[in-house]
């Protein structure tokens, strides 16, 4: 589904310096110099602490509406920074369900970036921002959604929510001190795979039972549980390859683990053939609506964020968020 093409725009623009453990912050005079010298029409707001990206978003899409210039949500920063700028607007959207949402540009400036790599936006903050500035009208593509019964939390996700294992990968990953090293050098993702041996030596097995029109199912060996929107999570890993944000559905990824070698061959199938889902101990599963209840305290990510160590109980389903992108290869029918 696209919208009509729109020539005159406005960008409110969401920086958040500390994305990428500063790298945002790092690049930002650079993207602001472009966007003077482009001469377009732009504000900038500066998130000052956790969730400001939020206020921010939700506040906007309640005050532009109808605009002329059209108001284009600019956001600058990480995965995280995104997913928090979606739930901004989304929240104002459920609050008052006749405003209309307003549309979600964003330079990829953190550690993992993987939102731009599902959508093929470049990984060069500024050779996004070019394309960016040449986008004439938005598109819509799916978004994930969850609430959880057991903590009474609902949120939106552009990438993945996963419990277990990536869990914990992401929960080691964010409070370390590589990770801040790795990104000074601009090779952030890195630090997801030198947590990974850490997390494969310390991951337990849980239990996790999945309901979906298909059935019920239930697995008593689950090391990795992951609901995507999109193939990748953890700096470019490809967990569930044919995912699509145009199809109106989420991709659900079950590991189970025998053993830390088997599940270790699993993870190595996915990271340097993407085939392993073919694998006897590999579940996937297509639906537009999941409900999936663990039986354990595990740990748990969205969008590359840690949500803490609970147990928890999903119900998943699909929304749409309109996105300011250059997305001729993620439109129906492309």
């Not at 650079?30 to 206020?55: K, M």
């Not at 929240?91 to 330079?107: E, F, G, R, T, W």
């Not at 960016?132 to 009208?137: F, K, Q, T």
């Not at 964020?305 to 129906?332: A, K, N």
Request: aromatic share 10%; proline share 4%; hydrophobic share 40%.
């Amino acid at each position: 589904m696209v919208v009509k093409e729109q020539t005159s725009v406005h960008y409110a623009i969401l920086v958040n310096t500390h994305a990428g453990i500063g790298n945002a912050g790092k690049v930002w005079p650079a993207l602001h110099n472009h966007l003077q010298a482009s001469g377009v029409s732009f504000t900038v707001f500066e998130s000052q602490y956790p969730g400001h990206t939020t206020i921010w978003a939700r506040s906007l899409t309640r005050t532009e509406q109808h605009t002329d210039p059209q108001t284009v949500i600019l956001v600058i920063g990480g995965d995280g920074t995104l997913h928090q700028a979606v739930n901004g607007v989304q929240s104002a959207l459920q609050d008052n369900p006749k405003l209309n949402p307003l549309p979600i540009a964003y330079v990829p400036s953190g550690s993992g970036n993987d939102f731009a790599r599902a959508v093929k936006l470049p990984q060069d903050p500024i050779v996004a921002l070019k394309q960016i500035l040449a986008v004439r009208h938005p598109g819509f593509l799916d978004i994930g959604h969850y609430f959880d019964h057991r903590h009474q939390r609902s949120e939106f996700f552009t990438n993945n929510v996963g419990v277990g294992f990536d869990g914990r990968v992401v929960t080691t990953t964010n409070y370390s001190r590589v990770k801040r090293a790795l990104n000074v050098i601009h090779l952030g993702g890195l630090a997801y795979p030198v947590h990974f041996f850490g997390a494969l030596f310390k991951q337990r097995t849980f239990s996790v039972r999945i309901h979906s029109a298909q059935g019920t199912q239930r697995f008593s060996q689950a090391c990795l549980v992951t609901a995507t929107n999109h193939p990748f999570f953890g700096g470019g890993v490809a967990v569930a390859p044919t995912a699509s944000m145009v199809d109106g559905k989420l991709d659900l990824v079950i590991l189970e683990q025998t053993n830390i070698f088997q599940f270790f061959y699993l993870f190595a199938l996915m990271v340097l053939f993407h085939n392993h889902l073919d694998q006897k101990h590999a579940h996937h599963l297509v639906a537009d609506e999941l409900d999936v209840t663990f039986g354990d305290a595990e740990f748990g990510q969205e969008d590359g964020e840690i949500m803490g160590r609970h147990t928890y109980d999903f119900s998943f389903d699909v929304h749409q968020q309109l996105f300011w992108l250059p997305l001729t290869d993620h439109e129906p029918n492309a």
